[in-house]
């Protein structure tokens, strides 16, 4: 089946600096990609969708400065959470969509933990 | 808005035993509905799906769920639990009006497989 890689699988950092999650499609085109957080013993909360070359579509309550979300190939999406806080620590979760499929074709990587210290 | 319950956030049975996972749902348009399998340090996985047509629906490793919409319920069964299911569950669901909706998900259920 359709594979979702994420880079890094951990990451831990100091308050007020940046981080990159990378999120690939391996062997299909993701013409769009979503981006969740997920908290301890809490939901996937959709924090926004990606489209390739165009800018992402962020959900209610998403600070987009914060949370910077580039998708400029079909097979890569990124979300760099930009000066983090002990606040942005948690698990991040992308899926890709392979084409024009409905929404019971998301393909979902493994998953970031974020620790900012 | 839509939005998902999963009653229990534990589930623990025998090997052997039923499996018995429960979600209901709220949506005020027909929904599609899914459940997901999350394995440790691994993404989610499609268990199976409801979108239209028959209501009860089979998804992998022997899992099927029933829709009920007098319920607004999508539980997930498995007549006999086995050690590999073991993991964590999610529901899911989209509002199937609008083509390629986000899914919104319940806060998921670990199962446990007792030997």
């Known amino acids: 089946g359709a594979v979702v890689s994420q880079h890094p699988s951990r990451v831990i950092c100091k308050s007020g600096t940046s981080v990159k999650i990378e999120c690939r499609s391996l062997d299909f085109q993701a013409t769009t990609m979503f981006w969740y957080r997920q908290f301890p013993k809490k939901s996937l909360m959709l924090m926004a969708t990606?489209?390739?070359?165009?800018?992402?579509?962020?959900e209610q309550g998403v600070e987009k400065d914060k949370f910077l979300i580039n998708h400029a190939s079909l097979t890569l999406s990124t979300l760099t959470v930009t000066s983090a806080h002990p606040e942005d620590s948690s698990f991040y979760i992308c899926s890709a969509r392979e084409g024009l499929a409905g929404p019971d074709t998301q393909y979902f990587g493994p998953g970031t933990r974020l620790t900012v210290l | 808005a839509q939005s998902v319950t999963q009653l229990g956030s534990h589930v623990s049975v025998s090997e052997g035993a039923l499996v018995l996972l429960r979600c209901n749902y709220s949506s005020s348009v027909p929904p599609y509905l899914f459940w997901y399998v999350q394995y440790p340090n691994q993404g989610l996985q499609l268990l199976l799906k409801y979108t239209t047509g028959a209501t009860l629906v089979k998804g992998i490793n022997g899992f099927e769920a029933e829709f009920k919409k007098s319920e607004t319920s999508f539980h997930l069964t498995k007549p006999s639990a086995h050690m590999s299911d073991a993991a964590e569950y999610f529901c899911?669901?989209?509002?199937?009006?609008?083509?390629?909706?986000?899914?919104?998900f319940g806060a998921g259920t670990i199962l446990r497989v007792k030997s």
């Open positions: 990606s489209n390739e070359g165009s800018k992402a579509t962020y």
């Open positions: 899911a669901v989209s509002d199937g009006a609008e083509y390629g909706n986000k899914l919104v």
